[in-house]
């Protein structure tokens, strides 16, 4: 008994400088981790988006309403969070209002059309193709669109809401234009599967609540599509801004009896706040 407890005796000096040494390499894979981590939010570039389309141009036919197609002018206003990293880009996007005031075929008929949604939008780093760099990745969006023309009484008010995942990918290709760094990109959107409300749902019992749709591509159509120039803004090497073209699409079948075709081509200014 006592040989085994002096054999026991050299372990105790060999187990605590055991125990140091992983405590110390858990520290130092700690700071690692934390150092990469630095270093990649270093290579972050995060912007705080205001933009504004101060006039629009919006097509809606809503067949549930009635046959004819309405026009009009209204304007665009959004905010967001886009940031770059190495690996892609991310983009946090809250349309605060695309409000249009519009008319039938003959310009006696009213319809006002409010348009809001939040996305975000994905987009990895996948290759050069020459002088262009190739991003694909997707986006989730919820929308909703308020129609309202109160000269058809009870069919006066209709509402859609429409959740969405979507293909996305997009083209940015950089030059200099007036000794300034420019960049040029273009963005696609196409929804896979999109999830459709509509109020008012009629039926036998009258008028009210929300008629619900899962809705593939093709029953529900979408496109959005934007290109834009991204500019330094002033002697700033921070901030920015950005002029784009932007067009929104978007068609639902309905019960092979009601189609909706819904569209919104708007050119916007954007300032870029670097943060």
Known sequence: ????????LPLGPLTAQSDSTRKAERTAAREARQSAREAYRMQKTRYLVLETAPLHYG???DQRMMQSTYRGLGTMVRM??????????HDVDWLLT?????FGPELDALMINSFNEFSYTYLRNVRMLGAWQLRLGGTGSLLGNLRVA????NSSINLDVIASAAAAGSLERY?????RETSFSYQLQVPVFSYVGRRPAYG???FGGLASYA????RFTRVVSEAGLTRPLGRSEDNAWRVAYSWDFYAFRELRIHHLRVANHALSLALLIRF
């Open 80 to 89: 967001g969070h886009y940031s770059i990293t190495p690996k892609g880009v």
């Open 1 to 8: 008994m006592a040989w085994a407890l002096l054999a026991l």
């Open 204 to 206: 036998l019992s009258g």
């Open 215 to 218: 809705a593939p591509i093709g």
């Open 175 to 179: 030059f200099t234009l007036l000794k």
């Open 59 to 61: 097509v809606a036919q």
């Open 98 to 102: 695309r409000f249009s005031v519009m």
């Open 150 to 153: 109160p000269a058809l009484a």
